[in-house]
């Protein structure tokens, strides 16, 4: 059976879920760590489902949760600074409107929260490192111990078990980051995706689910579609999303893709390696395609105060680029119609497009 032919015109094509669409505002609630790490307490003692399901007392809260109503005050003052709880008139205790707002994104919640306890970490023992030693806050810090790549070449127990959690962290990421991005890309106009350093397959198959007409290829390390096939078992877009193991650096890209997407990978290699692998990718995409990279920009320093919940990105700060970087590969690669907008999520990303000259088949 063919798929659906896509719509004449179609900017953004609804049917994702709402949660697809916008980048929640988790952020707020992870600003400042103690309040942070009050509310990861909070989420592990099972104190906020309590109170999710409704109002209580300290006096209820202590017996329900198993905690001593003076470590209960301690705890529920950090969450009330950061607010998460205010107090109602009756003098029960509430979830904030604000903190219920985005208790739908716990997932992300989590994920910012275990990520920053360990970045944080990091910075606090290594900052002079990080500021003028880079190789040895490389070297020595655990967050890059964490991204292995080099353990994603074959496909067994160990290396599937020491790769799924930074693969559960980028997924995550994804699932909120893929909406927004993909609203600004013009999926009526094509039918092909590559998503290059695809990962666990999420954004290509948030982009299927969006496109029913869309098939897609994810082209990552084999240990990488090994996980994502696990990602997508179960969804419906599964039977359209393709992983394709390789080394992007080396082997020949898959060809007849009219779409190709860097996203949040370009940033991982250094100058010259980024610019081949935007050639590369620009030589892969179908005539009269597109190339699209979604990368963080450089940190908004000096715009908005760098908290806690902002170390997740300073660590990777020395690797964020100018949208320069980007165009100019894009240009010497041939690319025309090349453009570069500025997609505000948890920091501000760049999205940078260019055309392959020539007629789509
Ligand atoms: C920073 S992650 C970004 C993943 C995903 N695109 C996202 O937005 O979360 C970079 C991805 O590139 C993949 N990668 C690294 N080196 C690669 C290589 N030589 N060939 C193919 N994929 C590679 C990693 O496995 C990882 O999935």
Same mark, same amino acid.
């Given at each position: 059976?063919?798929?659906?032919?896509?719509?004449?015109?179609?900017?953004?094509? %609804?049917? &994702?879920?709402?949660?697809?669409?916008?980048?929640?505002?988790?952020?707020?609630?992870?600003?400042?760590?103690?309040?942070?790490?009050?509310?990861?307490?909070?989420?592990?003692?099972?104190?906020?489902?309590?109170?999710?399901?409704?109002?209580?007392?300290?006096?209820?809260?202590?017996?329900?949760?198993? /905690?001593?109503?003076?470590?209960?005050? *301690? *705890?529920?003052?950090? =969450?009330?600074?950061?607010? +998460?709880?205010?107090? &109602?008139?009756?003098?029960?205790?509430?979830?904030? %409107?604000?903190?219920?707002?985005?208790?739908?994104?716990?997932?992300?919640?989590?994920?910012? =929260?275990?990520?920053?306890?360990?970045?944080?970490?990091?910075?606090?023992?290594?900052?002079?490192?990080?500021?003028?030693?880079?190789?040895?806050?490389?070297?020595?810090?655990?967050?890059?111990?964490?991204?292995?790549?080099?353990?994603?070449?074959?496909?067994?127990?160990?290396?599937?078990?020491?790769?799924?959690?930074?693969?559960? @962290?980028?997924?995550? /990421?994804?699932? @909120?980051?893929?909406?927004?991005?993909?609203?600004?890309?013009?999926?009526?106009?094509?039918?092909?995706?590559?998503? *290059? #350093?695809?990962?666990?397959?999420?954004?290509?198959?948030?982009?299927?689910?969006?496109?029913?007409?869309?098939?897609?290829?994810? +082209?990552?390390?084999?240990?990488?579609?090994? $996980?994502?096939?696990?990602?997508?078992?179960?969804?419906?877009?599964?039977?359209?999303?393709?992983?394709? %193991?390789?080394?992007? *650096?080396?082997?020949?890209?898959?060809?007849?893709?009219?779409?190709?997407?860097?996203?949040?990978?370009?940033?991982?290699?250094?100058?010259?390696?980024?610019?081949?692998?935007?050639?590369? &990718?620009?030589?892969?995409?179908?005539?009269? #395609?597109? $190339?699209? +990279?979604?990368?963080? #920009?450089?940190?908004?320093?000096?715009?908005?105060?760098?908290? @806690?919940?902002?170390?997740?990105?300073?660590?990777?700060?020395?690797?964020?680029?100018?949208?320069?970087? @980007?165009?100019?590969?894009?240009?010497?690669?041939?690319?025309?119609?090349?453009?570069?907008?500025?997609?505000?999520?948890?920091?501000?990303?760049?999205?940078?497009?260019?055309?392959?000259?020539?007629?789509?088949?």
């Amino acid at each position: 059976m063919s798929p659906p032919a896509p719509p004449a015109a179609a900017a953004s094509v %609804p049917g &994702a879920p709402a949660a697809d669409h916008a980048f929640p505002d988790v952020e707020r609630f992870l600003r400042h760590e103690f309040e942070a790490r009050a509310l990861a307490a909070a989420l592990g003692r099972g104190v906020i489902d309590r109170l999710a399901r409704s109002a209580a007392t300290i006096a209820a809260l202590a017996a329900e949760t198993g /905690l001593a109503p003076e470590r209960l005050a *301690l *705890l529920l003052g950090l =969450l009330a600074s950061g607010g +998460v709880i205010a107090a &109602a008139p009756d003098g029960t205790l509430a979830l904030t %409107p604000a903190f219920r707002a985005v208790l739908p994104c716990r997932d992300l919640l989590e994920a910012k =929260l275990a990520f920053l306890d360990l970045v944080s970490d990091d910075l606090r023992r290594l900052f002079p490192a990080f500021i003028d030693d880079p190789e040895r806050f490389l070297e020595q810090a655990r967050t890059f111990e964490l991204f292995r790549y080099d353990r994603c070449l074959v496909a067994t127990p160990e290396n599937c078990a020491a790769t799924r959690p930074w693969v559960a @962290y980028t997924t995550c /990421l994804t699932r @909120y980051e893929a909406g927004p991005i993909l609203d600004r890309l013009d999926l009526g106009a094509h039918r092909r995706l590559l998503d *290059l #350093g695809g990962n666990s397959g999420e954004f290509a198959a948030r982009a299927c689910a969006r496109a029913p007409w869309l098939s897609a290829t994810v +082209v990552d390390l084999p240990v990488v579609c090994a $996980l994502g096939r696990d990602n997508l078992a179960n969804r419906a877009e599964a039977a359209r999303v393709a992983f394709r %193991p390789a080394d992007m *650096l080396r082997d020949r890209l898959p060809e007849g893709h009219d779409l190709v997407v860097f996203k949040s990978v370009l940033h991982d290699w250094p100058p010259r390696e980024a610019a081949d692998l935007v050639a590369r &990718a620009a030589a892969a995409v179908a005539p009269g #395609g597109r $190339l699209v +990279v979604a990368e963080r #920009g450089p940190m908004p320093f000096g715009t908005r105060p760098v908290d @806690y919940a902002s170390a997740a990105n300073l660590v990777f700060a020395p690797f964020f680029r100018d949208a320069a970087f @980007y165009l100019e590969a894009f240009r010497r690669a041939g690319l025309v119609a090349v453009t570069a907008g500025t997609i505000d999520l948890d920091m501000p990303f760049h999205l940078v497009q260019g055309r392959k000259t020539g007629e789509p088949a």
